[in-house]
């Protein structure tokens, strides 16, 4: 069974910056697209940003323009989030998933076929 685990959230104060790692594991799969979701208590988990397996193609959130980087690593088998200026609004629960199927990197939830357990981040004022 294929899985994933986070890393990297924590607290920080607004205008700061954090990376999250996200390691796949035990994935038989020879390609997979890449993606970050976050979801907040009593919100529907929300696109964050993808990345294609070659990393030729990314897609992001329009809240997260121009302040997030998403990016891979493929011989570690690790994605990897760069957030900087971040806002209290980014508080949230970060997941990262895999799609195994999809022959273009997409930015729909039901899209991605395994996901990892999450790990916080809290930014405060």
């Known amino acids: 069974q294929v899985q994933l685990v986070e890393s990297g959230g924590g607290l920080v104060q607004a205008g700061d910056s954090l990376t999250l790692s996200c390691t796949v594991s035990r994935s038989a799969f020879n390609n997979y697209h890449m993606g970050w979701f976050r979801e907040t208590p009593g919100e529907d988990r929300e696109f964050v940003a993808a990345i294609d397996w070659y990393a030729r193609n990314t897609l992001y959130a329009d809240s997260v323009k121009g302040r997030f980087t998403i990016y891979r690593d493929n011989a570690k088998k690790m994605a990897y989030l760069q957030m900087n200026s971040l806002k209290t609004g980014d508080t949230a629960v970060y997941y990262c998933?895999?799609?195994?199927?999809?022959?273009?990197?997409?930015?729909?939830?039901?899209?991605?076929?395994?996901w990892g357990q999450g790990t916080q981040v809290t930014v405060s004022s």
């Open positions: 998933a895999i799609d195994v199927n999809s022959r273009y990197v997409k930015s729909r939830e039901y899209e991605y076929t395994y």
